[in-house]
């Protein structure tokens, strides 16, 4: 998170709330989430797709050659 471009903690409100300390008047707030598990779930994804096609190429390849 950021206030005014600095940069401040976040800290935990309650068991699944953030919370921000912002003095009065007005500012510019950031924040910003990254999601590692999604971005894992999408290489797990692309890596078994890879594998799937592979073993598939070759299960295909088999059955071509005993015909």
């Given at each position: 998170?950021?206030?005014?471009?600095?940069?401040?903690?976040?800290?935990?409100?309650?068991?699944?709330?953030?919370?921000?300390?912002?003095?009065?008047?007005?500012?510019?707030?950031?924040l910003?989430?990254?999601?590692?598990?999604?971005?894992?779930?999408?290489?797990?994804?692309?890596?078994?797709?890879?594998?799937?096609?592979?073993?598939?190429?070759?299960?295909?390849?088999?059955?071509?050659?005993?015909?």
């Open positions: 998170a950021k206030i005014d471009g600095k940069q401040t903690d976040i800290k935990l409100a309650k068991t699944a709330f953030m919370e921000l300390v912002i003095p009065k008047g007005n500012h510019h707030i950031e910003r989430y990254t999601n590692t598990y999604f971005l894992l779930g999408i290489v797990v994804t692309v890596v078994a797709f890879a594998v799937f096609l592979v073993f598939t190429v070759k299960l295909k390849r088999r059955i071509n050659k005993k015909l």
